[in-house]
């Protein structure tokens, strides 16, 4: 199985920039899709930014042209590089696997990390 582990997030004014990083460990043989979640307070949670095996990528409508989602296969890490932040993207962030390991599906999520926007 994978472990995944989060980081980059913190707290951003209005406008700027964070990026976030997704570090993956473990055992796979095939992955379906990558990803970025988030879950705001009393919301339910939503998926940001996806890979899609064969490299096709999703975005929300709320984070496109200011989302940019990116994979480092050498490193096994995903990156979430988000611009022109907005007050409504505070949320925690997590990060999301669909994969194989052992003959066996997972959907695993890391712990996340915090993102605030505020000035």
């Known amino acids: 199985q994978v472990r995944l582990v989060e980081s980059g997030g913190g707290l951003v004014r209005p406008g700027g920039s964070l990026r976030l990083s997704c570090a993956a460990s473990?055992?796979?043989?095939?992955?379906?899709?990558m990803g970025w979640d988030r879950q705001a307070p009393g919301e339910q949670r939503e998926s940001v930014a996806t890979?899609?095996?064969?490299?096709?990528?999703n975005y929300a409508d709320s984070v496109k042209g200011r989302f940019t989602i990116s994979r480092d296969n050498a490193k096994n890490t995903v990156y979430l590089q988000m611009n022109s932040l907005k007050p409504e993207d505070t949320a925690v962030y997590y990060c999301?696997?669909?994969?194989?390991?052992?003959?066996?599906?997972?959907?695993?999520w890391g712990q996340g990390t915090q993102v605030t926007v505020s000035s």
């Open positions: 473990g055992m796979y043989s095939v992955i379906y899709a």
């Open positions: 999301n696997w669909r994969y194989v390991s052992l003959g066996k599906d997972y959907d695993d």
């Open positions: 890979i899609i095996s064969g490299g096709s990528i």
